[in-house]
């Protein structure tokens, strides 16, 4: 199985950075073949932000391209989102995902604010 830890969301202002990063542990964590970030804002579904693969190709949602950036270490199954100029509707709670052959594995979330 997989765990999946979260961290270095919180409240930035509009403009601003933050970075996510996701550690992956567990029996099968070497293996995992997609890494990414997903967000849920209030009222909305959960959307796919940006993933990565293990030979290192990305996917990022439109209305993010530009923004941010996303990188994996795989010697260290971790991955992490860089976010720069953000902007209110990128107000969310951010998961980690992890796809693996033997199924797909979350995080517990971390909120990202971004307000005045």
């Known amino acids: 199985q997989v765990q999946l830890v979260e961290s270095g969301g919180g409240l930035v202002q509009p403009g601003g950075s933050l970075r996510l990063s996701c550690a992956a542990s567990?029996?099968?964590?070497?293996?995992?073949?997609?890494m990414g970030w997903y967000r849920q804002a209030p009222g909305k579904q959960r959307e796919l932000v940006a993933d990565?693969?293990?030979?290192?190709?990305?996917d990022l949602a439109d209305s993010v391209k530009g923004r941010f950036t996303i990188s994996r270490d795989n010697a260290k199954s971790t991955v992490t989102l860089q976010m720069n100029s953000l902007k209110p509707e990128d107000t969310a709670v951010y998961y980690c995902n992890a796809v693996h052959l033997l199924g797909s594995f979350w995080g517990q979330g971390t909120q990202v604010t971004v307000s005045s």
């Open positions: 567990g029996s099968i964590s070497s293996s995992i073949n997609v």
């Open positions: 990565i693969t293990k030979g290192g190709n990305t």
